[in-house]
C-alpha cells in the first residue's frame, strides 16, 4: 500500500515532522509505502473561477502547473493525509490552493475507497474547526475519512507537550491504518445519500451531454444507481433516496 502526506507548510517543521512520525507508523504496523510532499515545492497556481474544469473537465484547466502531478500521486495511493500549520484560523494558503484546484471533484468525486484523514499543527487554538473543514473536504472528494487530529505546537516545546504530541501522532496513525487495511465503501449517511441524489438529478434533469458532470454521470452509471458506489441501503434509506429525488425535482421546477 501507499500513503501520501501533502504538506501545506512554508517550513520543515511541525507538520511535516507529524507527517513522517505518522507515516514512519504506518511501515511498522505493515507493509507500507509513503512520500512526503511538500506543496511549497510545486509549481501551483490559484484558481481563476474560469469554470472550465466543472463545464467540460478538468484537463482543460488553462494553468498549465504541476495540479495534474499532484492529482497523480492521490491516484496512486490506497491512503492520503492533508496537513497544515493554522493560519489565520484557517488551512495554510498553500493548502487551500491545492484544494480550490481540487474543486472540480466535489461535482465528480472519484477517490472511492481510498483513505483520508488530516493533521493541524498550531500554537494556541480554534483547530479543530479546520480539521472538521478538511474531514469534509476528504469525504466530499469521495475518501473514506477517519477523523483528523488537532495538534499543539505552541514554541518553545516542552518535553510534556512534545511527549503528548507523539502521543497523539500514534493514535492518529493506528486508526488510519486499521481504516487503510479494510478498504471497505461505507453505507452513507443521510445527509450524503441526499448530496448524492439531489445532486444527480439536478444534473440528469438540467445538463446535457455537452456538460461534463451529465457524461461523468452517465458513465458511471449514477443516474440509475442508488449512490456513488454499489450499496445496499436499508427500506428507510431507500425511501428517502426517492423522497431527495422528487424534492430535487420540485427546485428545479419552481
Known amino acids: 500500500m501507499k ?7 512554508g517550513r520543515k ?9 505518522f507515516l514512519q507508523n504506518l511501515q511498522s504496523y505493515g507493509d507500507v509505502e509513503y512520500e512526503l510532499v511538500r506543496l ?10 474560469c469554470r472550465v474544469c466543472f463545464d467540460k473537465g478538468e484537463e482543460h484547466c488553462p494553468s498549465r502547473d504541476d495540479r495534474d502531478i499532484l492529482i497523480g500521486k492521490i491516484n496512486d495511493s490506497d491512503g492520503v493525509i492533508f496537513a497544515s500549520p493554522n493560519y489565520s484560523f484557517q488551512v495554510s ?22 483513505t483520508c484523514t488530516s493533521i493541524v499543527a498550531q500554537g494556541i487554538g480554534k483547530g479543530e474547526s479546520i480539521v472538521k473543514y478538511l474531514d469534509f473536504v476528504g ?3 469521495g475518501f473514506n475519512v477517519v477523523k483528523g487530529c ?27 491504518y486499521a481504516q487503510l487495511i479494510k478498504k471497505e465503501f461505507p453505507v452513507p449517511t443521510f445527509w450524503w445519500l441526499m448530496m448524492f441524489r ?20 452517465r458513465d458511471k452509471g449514477w443516474f440509475e444507481s442508488d449512490y456513488f458506489y454499489p450499496v445496499r441501503l436499508n427500506p428507510v434509506k431507500k425511501l428517502t433516496g426517492k423522497v431527495f429525488d422528487k424534492l430535487a425535482l420540485q427546485i428545479i421546477r419552481s
Not at 500513503?3 to 507548510?9: H, K, L, Q, R, Y
Not at 511549497?40 to 473561477?49: D, F, I, M, Q, V
Not at 491545492?98 to 475507497?113: N, S
Open 3 to 9: 500513503v501520501t502526506a501533502f504538506i501545506g507548510s
Open 13 to 21: 517543521r511541525h507538520s511535516y515532522n507529524a507527517c513522517e512520525k
Open 40 to 49: 511549497s515545492e510545486y509549481n501551483l497556481g490559484t484558481c481563476r473561477g
Open 93 to 114: 494558503g498553500l493548502m487551500k490552493v491545492f484544494l480550490d484546484r481540487l474543486g472540480y471533484g466535489f461535482h465528480r468525486p472519484d477517490f472511492f475507497g481510498k
Open 139 to 141: 469525504k466530499g472528494l
Open 150 to 176: 488537532c495538534l499543539k505546537t505552541l514554541e518553545p516545546m516542552t518535553e510534556k507537550s512534545q511527549a503528548k504530541f507523539d502521543r497523539m501522532v500514534d493514535i492518529q496513525s493506528r486508526r488510519f
Open 198 to 217: 439531489m445532486a444527480r438529478t439536478s444534473i440528469k434533469k438540467m445538463l446535457d451531454e455537452s456538460w461534463r458532470d451529465y457524461t461523468y454521470f
